[in-house]
């Protein structure tokens, strides 16, 4: 992680220039207090993200009108969305309003 890789390199060059990180020095609390509103700022950006998604998906798949054998997009699309167990309505022919599976990463634990 990017974070973790700043926080150790600096870390280990205040060692190197004799200074310790013992739990309650100026320097690790100043650390800590970045750490945790960087934690705040992602954990904003996906609260925005959440509020952002789209609540539906239009799936346009054409009717196949210029296939050869006929149609065979549609059916594979909509065999796709029953199969994963998406929530859909077939407004035409050739086109699917499908509402999109929202996915919640795992969060790290708080400090």
Do not use: W
Request: proline letters at 6%; a neutral charge; hydrophobic letters at 35%.
């Amino acid at each position: 992680m990017y974070i973790e890789s700043e926080m150790n390199s600096a870390s280990q060059a205040d060692v190197r220039r004799g200074l310790s990180l013992v739990p309650g020095n100026a320097h690790e609390v100043g650390e800590t207090s970045n750490l945790r509103a960087h934690q705040d700022a992602l954990k904003q950006r996906h609260t925005e993200s959440l509020i952002a998604a789209p609540r539906e998906l239009l799936v346009v798949t054409g009717v196949g009108v210029h296939s050869q054998g006929g149609p065979t997009l549609p059916f594979a699309v909509k065999n796709f969305l029953l199969t994963e167990g998406y929530q859909f309505i077939q407004n035409t022919p050739g086109s699917f309003s499908v509402r999109p599976k929202l996915r919640l990463p795992v969060c790290e634990t708080e400090l």
